[in-house]
């Protein structure tokens, strides 16, 4: 048996690659940019642009994989404001080129097309925790292109007969992610003040909100219980079902250092539209594969200080 993660350069990819080896025991193959850099050895590496309809559909026929994971993506919600142009390309159109060449091939192989809690957007107060079939209201380029991602390939998983599983995936963490996120870039903080690279005061955003964080290391054995016991044209939230004040995540990060360290508001960091807690409903992924979020916060934020502590 053989599996391909598409896009795999990004926080998730290795992470993804590890858990496909120990619970589904296959091969692993894996897609990057030509110009991204995948520091792992132990990996099959292909280089594609889902932007080149031809070279996903030569890739997948050549490789017949039995699992596809369709993680590629401008992931950022920043970036999508700046570059909306790309954003739609690269998710909408590029995920399409997905679609259509897996739609080609002359087998059905079983895949996961990676969404966003994003996608529900402006949740209205006492709509939480959120089901799947909640009003889908994005709030951003990013979040919109998600959507309609997942409107497409539900669509083409009823009029083909694919075997598509769509999944909305809440805040993961863990550690080597990029510090635009928020646990990243508490611990990074924290880490530079450690060090007496940076002075000893904390910048942060809005703390009340509230958000459903998973450990990235919990999240990749979700996505292989769903690519095997998901069934197809479903969507599945993914997310750990509790959601957490930023402040709370900020007093666990501060508790786990030494150093003396005070807290400030950046204007800059505080988001005009915050919606005030996120929460996923996570039974309808727990009947379909009994999957649990296992690692504890205060484990990921050890984890992810650390990880900051050998890379500074
Ligand atoms: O944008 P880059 O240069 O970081 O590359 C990203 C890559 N990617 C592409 N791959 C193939 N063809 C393209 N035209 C293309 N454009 C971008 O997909 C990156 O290496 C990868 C996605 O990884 P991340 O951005 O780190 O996302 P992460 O955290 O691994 O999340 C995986 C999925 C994404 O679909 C998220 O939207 C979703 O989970 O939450």
Known sequence: MKAMIIGAAGFVGGYLADAIRQDLLCEVVVTKLPHEQLSRTDLDVKNLDILNPIAIFELLKEERPDYIFHLAAQSSIGYSWKNPSLTVDVNVKGSLNVLNAIRQLDYSPRVLVIGSGEEYGHIKPGHVPIPETEFLDPGNIYAATKVCQNMMATIYSQAYGLQLIMVRAFN????????????????????MIEKGLQEPVMRVGNLAAKRDFTDVRDVVHAYTRLVQFGVP?????????HAVAIQEILDTIVAQSDAKITVETDPAKLRPVDVPIIEADTHKIYDATGWVPRIPLAQTIADTLDAWRAVL
């Open 172 to 191: 993961h963490v863990g550690p080597h992610q990029a510090e635009i996120f928020v646990v990243s870039d508490f611990c990074k903080q924290v880490v």
């Open 233 to 241: 044209g479903e969507t599945y939230n993914v997310g750990s079902g």
